[in-house]
């Protein structure tokens, strides 16, 4: 009798140590993704020649790259590098575009394995914001997209998007700026 308490205690001990070792693990990704997104990507406005110059200087491959910059009229150019990490790869991500009223500008990071409402609270004390500017679930139920308007100055955003609304894991972080009357 004896014996088969002390195993159960020790079962529901190993248990609740794995547990709250994932959970440290998890906490120490989410300050590792904010960290390199912080030192990337807010130090500056970003501008996409500015970050493609950081991911040649990083000596980064290109995953992928999706239109092109144009000196006028409207266009649309992504690109992004994988970067290796020793707590897990992730995605730097630049995004140019220019449209009939609004030129845009993105420097996010990307992965695929933190959970959404760990990694917001985290966010939230990491950079120490306020209460979101607003916060909507998409048309179709898979993401929810939270932002902090003028987060970095006026006709900026930091805007976060996460599958918690389907459990599922990854989130993407952006610093957006906008400038308006842009050809």
């Known amino acids: 009798m004896r014996m088969e308490l002390m195993k159960k205690f020790l079962g529901v001990a190993f248990g609740l140590?794995?547990?709250?070792?994932?959970?440290?693990?998890?906490?120490?990704?989410?300050?590792?993704?904010?960290?390199?997104f912080k030192d990337i990507c807010t130090i500056e406005p970003p501008t996409f020649a500015k970050i493609s110059q950081k991911a040649a200087a990083m000596k980064l491959v290109v995953h992928q790259e999706l239109g092109q910059s144009k000196s006028g009229g409207q266009f649309s150019h992504n690109k992004s590098w994988f970067i290796p990490d020793t707590a897990g790869q992730y995605e730097l991500i630049a995004m140019e575009a220019n449209g009939a009223k609004n030129h845009v500008e993105n420097c996010g990071i990307s992965a695929t394995d933190p959970d959404g409402e760990l990694f917001k609270k985290t966010l939230i004390s990491a950079m120490?914001?306020?209460?979101?500017?607003?916060?909507?679930?998409?048309?179709?139920?898979?993401?929810?997209?939270?932002s902090w308007k003028d987060e970095f100055g006026e006709g900026t955003s930091l805007i976060m998007v996460d599958g918690t609304p389907k459990g599922h894991a990854g989130v993407m972080l952006y610093y957006q700026v906008l400038t308006p009357g842009m050809p």
């Open 17 to 36: 140590a794995l547990l709250t070792s994932v959970s440290a693990d998890a906490a120490d990704r989410n300050v590792s993704l904010i960290t390199a």
């Open 128 to 146: 120490s914001l306020t209460a979101s500017t607003s916060e909507i679930i998409t048309s179709d139920g898979e993401m929810r997209v939270t």
